[in-house]
T-cell receptor, first 114, second 118 residues
Framework: AQTVTQSQPEMSVQEAETVTLSCTYD???????LFWYKQPPSRQMILVIR??????QNATENRFSVNFQKAAKSFSLKISDSQLGDAAMYFC???????????FGTGTRLQVTL | GAVVSQHPSRVICKSGTSVKIECRSL??????MFWYRQFPKQSLMLMAT?????????EQGVEKDKFLINHASLTLSTLTVTSAHPEDSSFYIC??????????????FGNGTRLTVT
């Protein structure tokens, strides 16, 4: 079975600090893409960042970056200079060419404190 | 950017009645839409994949006769919860993939529908 595991149900970070959210996945496919989605209290799903599995270079989007370790099937999200607006549920997800549907992890609730 | 409109945002219905939830892609066409269910403080669970002009593909354990999906056009998919019961109360979210996008294209999500069955 294809799965996504987020081992941290909750995380907390102080404003302006850096936090890393963990994610591991399991797939036998070689062609897949990885995503991090953010779900604020409004419940709207927002794409944060995505990574192509065939690329070794880690994706970066402003304050958000990933550490993609393909051999270890690990895909962590680093948030730098955390802001109050970053407080949300964060879901790791992946999609494969054969399944063509997103599989989500269990989520990590991020709190940002002053 | 691509917008997916989901309606209604909230609905309360009595047990035994049916409820229809609409998911529209406003500025793009979508041959494929996905319906998810999310319980409080939990992840999104894929219920079914809606394909324009053909039958939906349901995930294991999802009752086809309970959750009717219709994808009659390239911009509209509907989910009908038939004979709703309190255990169907949940948050339902749809998402859509642009017709011109590959399988790895980011999905565009609706704002969700909170269904409460009394």
């Amino acid at each position: 079975a294809q799965t996504v595991t987020q081992s941290q149900p909750e995380m907390s970070v102080q404003e302006a600090e850096t936090v890393t959210l963990s994610c591991t996945y399991d797939t036998s496919e070689s062609d897949y893409y990885l995503f991090w989605y953010k779900q604020p209290p409004s419940r709207q799903m927002i794409l944060v960042i995505r990574q192509e599995a065939y690329k070794q270079q880690n994706a970066t989007e402003n304050r958000f970056s990933v550490n993609f370790q393909k051999a270890a099937k690990s895909f962590s999200l680093k948030i730098s200079d955390s802001q109050l607006g970053d407080a949300a549920m964060y879901f790791c997800a992946y999609i494969t060419g054969t399944a063509s549907k997103l599989t989500f992890g269990t989520g990590t609730r991020l709190q940002v404190t002053l | 950017g691509a917008v997916v409109s989901q309606h209604p945002s909230r609905v309360i219905c009595k047990s035994g009645t049916s409820v229809k939830i609409e998911c529209r892609s406003l500025d793009f066409q979508a041959t494929t839409m996905f319906w998810y269910r999310q319980f409080p403080k939990q992840s999104l669970m894929l219920m079914a994949t809606s394909n324009e002009g053909s039958k939906a593909t349901y995930e294991q354990g999802v009752e086809k006769d309970k959750f009717l999906i219709n994808h009659a056009s390239l911009t509209l998919s509907t989910l009908t919860v038939t004979s709703a019961h309190p255990e169907d109360s949940s948050f339902y979210i749809c998402s859509a993939r642009d017709l011109q996008g590959r399988y790895n294209s980011p999905l565009h999500f609706g704002n969700g529908t909170r269904l409460t069955v009394t």
